[in-house]
């Protein structure tokens, strides 16, 4: 068990919609990676967030939008859903060490209708 | 953009057979991770490699960077049924963002 958790577990939107996904991170964590996983392939890098400021970006449209709190906990916003934005999305919590293990949650199931 | 390829896609071997999955950078990386996925779970963090040509080992699994730091395999000896999953690495560029990068994973299935 890593210490990383995610809500909710499941989620059903329908196309047009907007979603808010959240990541409650490790203890002592002040990083925290959103990804995205289609069924059958590796994450992809969403965003990342450390201290609250964002620290890099992957290729995904503006309508994906982050937000880290003081307690270092994050959300993970998506406006305009579209079919192809059902996935599984993962927040992994880090420590900003040489040692740079990603600890993932559980992930939220979003399914777009 | 940078890629990472992993091969084989699927591998199915008998128990007590040995199994390698083999990762591929397009461009060179910073440090690489090798994470586990069960089926139905969220990626494990297995190892960080760091330093060019650097070798691991966890008891079975050895886990090799290669000397251009642009590719890395993961073998595990004598393969067991708790061996079952998806195992991806994970490659970061060297722009000190830590975006990592996931390869397309290799699935093992293991037949007892």
């Known amino acids: 068990e890593t210490g990383v958790t995610q809500s909710p577990t499941h989620l059903i939107k329908t196309r047009g919609q907007q979603v808010t996904l959240r990541c409650s991170s490790q203890?002592?964590?002040?990083?925290v990676s959103w990804y995205q996983q289609a069924l059958g392939q590796g994450p992809q890098f969403i965003f990342q967030?450390?201290?609250?400021?964002?620290?890099g970006r992957g290729n995904f449209p503006p309508r994906f939008s982050g937000l880290q709190f003081p307690n270092y906990s994050s959300e993970l916003n998506v406006n305009a859903l579209e079919l192809d934005d059902s996935a599984l999305y993962l927040c992994?919590?880090?420590?900003?060490?040489?040692?740079?293990?990603?600890?993932f949650g559980p992930g939220t199931r979003l399914t777009v209708t | 953009g940078q890629q990472v390829m992993q091969i084989p896609q699927y591998q199915h071997v008998q128990e007590g057979e040995d199994f390698t999955t083999y990762c591929n950078s397009s461009t060179t990386l910073s440090n690489i991770q090798w994470y586990k996925q069960r089926p139905g779970g969220h990626p494990v963090f297995l190892i960080q490699l760091v330093k060019s040509g650097e070798v691991k080992k966890q008891k079975r699994l050895t886990f090799q960077f290669g000397e251009a730091k642009k590719n890395s395999s993961l073998h595990i000896t004598a393969t067991q049924t708790t061996d079952v999953g998806t195992y991806f690495c994970?490659?970061?560029?060297?722009?000190?963002?830590?975006?990592?990068?996931f390869g397309t994973g290799t699935r093992l299935k293991v037949l007892a």
């Open positions: 203890s002592g964590h002040n990083t």
């Open positions: 967030y450390y201290r609250e400021e964002e620290n």
């Open positions: 994970a490659g970061s560029p060297p722009s000190g963002t830590y975006k990592y990068i």
């Open positions: 992994a919590s880090s420590g900003w060490t040489d040692s740079y293990e990603q600890y």
